[in-house]
């Protein structure tokens, strides 16, 4: 299963709700992808290393939530250079860059518990249609969870690779990739069947 990413602290982003956590990452993402301006997603990029600094987080710890999607964020800048330009390339990095440290930092100031319990309260109206809310908020929840998980994967591929002597190639860490991320989706599928 996933390992917990919480970290214990005392500061206001650790003693907010997590309601209010999970509706500010909603806004931002909204917000932050909306943005057509490489400047702009830069300021929100800093705006959450700075939320960081406020939950008592260097910017060493931030620095290592992107340290494992890096790979991935280089195929994406690649790819969109060579689809766009650079400044599509750049803004489109950039913006998922900022989504990626918002989500860590949700999962770095908020236990799992209060993460699940905040989604089943937004989503009790739902109840009344037969959603199985219990099921759903699980869901989201291990989805945000999921996001740092992804690069914490990849990062422990890389170094299997360079342990046996192999040279770090992005072809050779996609298919080990997908199929630890199969296995964690079977995991987590389990979890949600054992919860019902």
């Known amino acids: 299963m996933i390992a917990g990413l919480y970290r214990a602290g005392d ?6 709700a997590a309601g209010w956590k999970l509706l500010a990452l909603l806004v931002a993402g909204t917000l932050v992808f909306l943005v057509e301006s ?19 987080f260097g910017l060493r710890l931030a620095m290592a939530q992107l340290r494992p999607v890096a790979i991935v964020l ?7 250079l060579w689809l766009a330009s650079p400044a599509v390339a750049a803004l489109f990095v950039t913006r998922l860059a900022a989504l990626v440290l918002a989500a860590a930092l949700v999962t770095l100031t908020t236990r799992t518990s209060d993460l699940v319990d905040a989604i089943e309260r937004g989503l009790a109206p739902l109840s009344r249609l037969g959603v199985d809310v219990a099921k759903v908020s699980l869901s989201l929840s291990l989805a945000i969870r999921f996001i740092p998980a992804v690069g914490q994967i990849a990062a422990e591929i890389r170094e299997a690779q360079i342990a046996r002597g192999q040279r770090p190639n992005p072809l ?12 964690m989706a079977d995991e987590i599928a389990e979890a949600i069947d054992a919860r019902s």
Do not use: E, N
């Open 172 to 183: 050779t860490l996609v298919a080990p990739l997908i199929v630890r991320l199969l296995k």
């Open 38 to 56: 490489p400047f702009a997603a830069l300021a929100a990029l800093l705006a959450v290393l700075v939320l960081y600094r406020l939950a008592g």
């Open 11 to 16: 500061s206001p982003l650790h003693r907010m």
């Open 74 to 80: 280089a195929i994406l800048f690649l790819a969109q």
